[in-house]
């Protein structure tokens, strides 16, 4: 895979650390990395963004690229119409993408929310530029109550645009997961009807570089370059029967 998109089930659920490890994997194994962020919102000029973000966590040289900065905390259609700059579509997520997959082992694009975000008045999305790319979207979910539904959801948009699924990884796995969070491992790859990939821990983004980049590996399963072991964390987190 050249490029990957990732993509989520919602806002702030962990696609930048999912992003990050990815590329630390990648890193490790000799490839070449770019990471493509088509709208970044909610950012001031000057600060650091996501794609900054995946750099400062998984270290070594990747290439960054931001078609759009958006001050406000918006959808990126309605952050632009609202700053009045111009919208990013599909098609230029697509340009660019395959412009660095020219020059990159792995090129990774982040989306901004979910995955039917509108990037445009039209109704351009992310799923239209995964579209355009042919390329695998890894969608990346909460751990507890309520990622069922709108991991369900996701995957039904994809397969309804003829958009491939690379799997599902879950942003944050808790420390301390409650029942809901340890029967998702299981129901998760039902719902969503592709493999779960990865689990990420809650406090990844607080790693310094060289420990996030010694870690990643044991987060991602092998389809992502890593080590980890879907089925054995699963039966390892499975909650007992209930009790009498």
């Known amino acids: 895979m050249t490029v990957i998109v990732v993509s989520g089930t919602g806002t702030e659920i962990g696609k930048t650390v999912t992003t990050a490890a990815v590329a630390a994997v990648a890193l490790a194994a000799g490839r070449s990395v770019a990471v493509l962020k088509p709208a ?65 082992d792995l090129v990774l694009v982040e989306g901004a929310g979910g995955l039917l975000v509108r990037l445009d008045d039209e109704g351009g999305t992310l799923a239209d530029a995964a579209r355009l790319l042919d390329a695998p979207v890894l969608v990346v979910a909460t751990a507890g109550l309520g990622t069922l539904n709108t991991t369900t959801l996701t995957a039904e948009a994809l397969r309804a645009r003829g958009v491939r699924q690379l799997g599902v990884t879950i942003g944050s796995w808790p420390t301390a997961p409650d029942l809901a969070s340890r029967c998702n491992l299981a129901d998760l790859p039902r719902e969503a009807d592709a493999p779960l990939l990865g689990a990420i821990p809650e406090n990844a983004a607080a790693l310094d570089t060289p420990d996030f980049r010694a870690a990643a590996g044991s987060w991602l399963a092998p389809v992502l370059g890593g080590t980890w072991d879907a089925e054995a964390f699963t039966r390892g987190q499975a909650p007992g029967p209930v009790g009498r």
């Open 40 to 104: 970044q919102t909610g950012v001031a000029p000057g600060e650091p963004g996501d794609a900054q973000e995946v750099t400062r966590l998984a270290g070594g040289d990747i290439t960054t690229l931001e078609l759009a900065r958006f001050p406000e905390p918006l959808a990126p259609n309605t952050a632009a119409r609202r700053a009045g700059m111009a919208m990013v579509r599909p098609h230029d997520v697509a340009d660019a993408a395959g412009k660095l997959a020219a020059e990159h």
